[in-house]
């Protein structure tokens, strides 16, 4: 004997559910402005200084800032702050008084240059969106920073103001990163 099967509705049984997942889930829409800042910041090892940074870099977008906005500014930011460490290493270098500080100065010297390279193409990958190559190469920079970073750090006090700008230049670059995690459509236009 056959059993009885009902007739087939399709999905109206799921509309109930369907409704009250759409009730629960927050609306994941496109961020911008300040809801975008802070969700990026809130990704970053660093918020406070992440908000600090992209609300007084008028190159962030203000409110109506899409993600691509923040990532620009913060790739921005970084080669600026690789370029103040540049040059804070020649006049160290030109001032070490010792070997073992010319010895450090002469690593953080390389890793800076190839900071200022990867961070250069990581520019030009931006502007052709290359995400994927962009973000490498942002990881890369911060890389070869830490390097110079792991060796003056705790070194004395004549290095403290390298260690700053290089923490910084590190936290820029995962900026830039996260906001990437963010970009739409829009961001690539």
Known sequence: MERYQPPSTGLIHLWPLILLMDIITPSKGVLNGTELLEQVCNHTSDTVFCVTTLIADPNAGGPQALAGDLANAALRSAQTK????????????????????????????????????????????????????????????AGVTKACLNEIQGRGHHFSLLAAVNADLIKLCEICIVSTRYFTIEDLY
């Open 82 to 141: 690789a370029t103040h460490a540049q040059a804070l290493i020649a006049l160290l270098l030109q001032n070490a008084t010792n070997s073992l500080d010319r010895h450090s100065l002469q690593i953080c010297q390389s890793s800076n240059n190839e900071a200022l390279s990867q961070l250069s193409s990581a520019n030009n990958e931006f502007n052709s969106d290359s995400l994927d190559s962009m973000v490498g190469l942002m990881n890369g920079a």
